[in-house]
């Protein structure tokens, strides 16, 4: 699957973003999703996951309450609702997808990586 992230931008402190990623091929539904980001100099990290049905949702602990993931297997789209945004959420933000796993939480159990979209938040 190829997935394309969008979303992405400038925002204060406290403000909100909403992430997208789009996948192709017609197999989405079958596909867990995660979210990861990349600060500079920072190893790449877990945000959320969801499961192919959209039933199971995990979360990291420096984001949970702020940020929520959800998918539309009819639009073959995942999305990242982020609010009351903080500078270190400050990162690249990358989709990803495994066709192996109904939920995955560790970067090394996703195959598919999009490109990343760029997330900065200004104090």
């Known amino acids: 699957v190829q997935l394309q992230a969008s979303g992405g931008g400038l925002v204060q402190a406290g403000g909100s973003l909403r992430l997208s990623c789009a996948a192709s091929?017609?197999?989405?539904?079958?596909?867990?999703m995660g979210w990861f980001r990349q600060a500079p100099g920072k190893e790449r990290e877990f945000v959320a996951a969801i499961s192919w049905s959209g039933g199971l949702t995990y979360y990291s602990d420096s984001v949970k309450g702020r940020f929520t993931i959800s998918r539309d297997n009819a639009k073959n789209t995942v999305y990242l609702q982020m609010i009351s945004l903080k500078p270190e959420d400050t990162a690249v933000y990358y989709c990803a997808a495994t066709g192996e796993r109904t939920v995955a939480t560790t970067r090394h159990e996703y195959d598919s990586w999009g490109q990343g979209t760029q997330v900065t938040v200004s104090s």
């Open positions: 091929g017609r197999t989405f539904s079958r596909y867990a």
